[in-house]
T-cell receptor, first 113, second 115 residues
């Protein structure tokens, strides 16, 4: 079973920041937080990951709370093309079965004009 | 650079038929994975491989078989297709030992209907 809890759906106005929350209260010390998104039946796309520090790349920012029990993915200026299902996943550092990605149902983000 | 290529994109099978879903990657990734996604649900891991000649079961392996004879290819075999196997199948790969920073690259999927 997925180790994360996300809202089922969210709406965001085009051009505004989209803030997607994720709870992972049972995260362990060797697990990272990963975010993927899936645009309309395409294969999932990697967005960003982090351990305990905030991270930023060209797609998004990831804010992880100090206790690591929750995180927020931020899309700073959402566009219609950001409409997708967003998956928050916790994953162990090392390989083998504990390093496999386990997907929950994710959050369906709808960006509206 | 093609990434992860899956064939076919669509297929309709009759109950009891068999087929092989093909997956190939050109990134020299060690790890490869097969997932299925039922309507409105997240992806579930079927099988994975950490290198040529090594495979292991995921969450939902029943009714499927895999092989990994080369680094590039990871075919998924369905024997005796059942309606419950109607789904979209995604293949993915990742480099190294599956460690930090190595995101998965997914194929575009195979949509399978069993009637």
């Amino acid at each position: 079973d997925a180790k994360t809890t996300q809202p089922t759906s969210m709406d965001c106005a085009e051009g505004r920041a989209a803030n997607l929350p994720c709870n992972h209260s049972t995260i362990s010390g060797n697990e990272y937080v990963y975010w993927y998104r899936q645009i309309h039946s395409q294969g999932p796309q990697y967005i960003i990951h982090g351990l305990k520090n905030n991270e930023t790349n060209e797609m998004a920012s990831l804010i992880i709370t100090e206790d690591r029990k929750s995180s927020t993915l931020i899309l700073p200026h959402a566009t219609l093309r950001d409409t997708a299902v967003y998956y928050c996943i916790v994953r162990a550092y090392y390989g083998g079965s504990q390093g496999n990605l386990i997907f929950g149902k994710g959050t369906k983000l709808s960006v509206k004009p | 650079n093609a990434g992860v290529t899956q064939t076919p994109k669509f297929r309709i099978l009759k109950i009891g038929q068999s087929m092989t879903l093909q997956c190939t990657q050109d990134m020299n990734h060690n790890y490869m994975y097969w997932y299925r996604q039922d309507p409105g649900m997240g992806l579930k891991l079927i099988y994975y491989s950490v290198g040529a000649g090594i495979t292991d079961k995921g969450e939902v392996p029943n009714g499927y078989n895999v092989s990994r004879s080369t680094t590039e290819d990871f075919p998924l075999r369905l024997e005796l297709a059942a309606p419950s196997q109607t789904s979209v199948y995604f293949c993915a790969s990742s480099p190294g030992t599956g460690g930090v920073g190595y995101g998965y690259t997914f194929g575009s999927g195979t949509r399978l209907t069993v009637v």
